[in-house]
């Protein structure tokens, strides 16, 4: 898995490595980051969309993919200030 993209609303672009892509919403709570599944509506009849709702519905998979997402966030915002 990879973070590859931030857009202007803080969402975070991340490849699966299984060859689809989901996005993570990052936002700041107090002087916290959060984060969490920006999809949340799926198709059923779509395959891709199968595809990523079950790898959202796994833990780890939501682990490792947040934990990208407010890593690439944090160093995307220190970039654009040093």
Known sequence: MKAILKDINGSVK???G???FVWVDVWKEGDDLMADWNKYIFHL???I???I???QENDNNFDIAT???I???ENTI???YE
């Open 49 to 51: 969309d199968t595809e």
């Open 18 to 20: 299984k060859g689809f």
């Open 67 to 69: 934990s990208l997402a």
């Open 53 to 55: 709702k079950n790898f």
């Open 45 to 47: 009849n779509n395959s």
């Open 14 to 16: 991340i490849d699966t």
């Open 78 to 80: 220190k970039d654009f």
């Open 71 to 73: 890593e690439y966030y």
